[in-house]
């Protein structure tokens, strides 16, 4: 069992930066995949980001040369940067840690002002 905790979200205008943080209860480094998703408001939930083991990554086209993913195993910790922010990247944001079941943290809130 995994418990997932993020923090890292607030309010910035548009152009700014945030850097979300996903801390685990256990060792992440036999967990395959880890990722972000995001819920923006009357909108279905987004997959974002993810990270595997060995540290291939893969990002939905909306966030590409702009979001960057990271983990750090030694601090059982996911990261999420987010650099040239824009309004349409207002939503809960979510990480996950992909195992035989899917753990979920509970979601930080990102507004981005224009």
């Known amino acids: 069992q995994v418990q997932l905790v993020e923090s890292g979200g607030g309010l910035v205008q548009a152009g700014g930066s945030l850097r979300l943080s996903c801390a685990a209860s256990?060792?992440?480094?036999?967990?395959?995949?880890m990722g972000w998703y995001r819920q923006a408001p009357g909108k279905q939930r987004e997959w974002v980001a993810l990270?595997?083991?060995?540290?291939?990554?893969a990002a939905t086209d909306s966030v590409k040369g702009r979001f960057t993913i990271s983990r750090d195993n030694a601090r059982n910790t996911l990261y999420l940067q987010m650099n040239s922010l824009k309004p349409e990247d207002t939503a809960v944001y979510y990480c996950?840690?992909?195992?035989?079941?899917?753990?979920w943290g509970q979601g930080t809130q990102v507004t981005v002002s224009s």
């Open positions: 996950y840690a992909q195992t035989s079941i899917t753990y």
């Open positions: 256990r060792s992440i480094s036999s967990i395959n995949s």
């Open positions: 990270i595997t083991s060995t540290g291939s990554i």
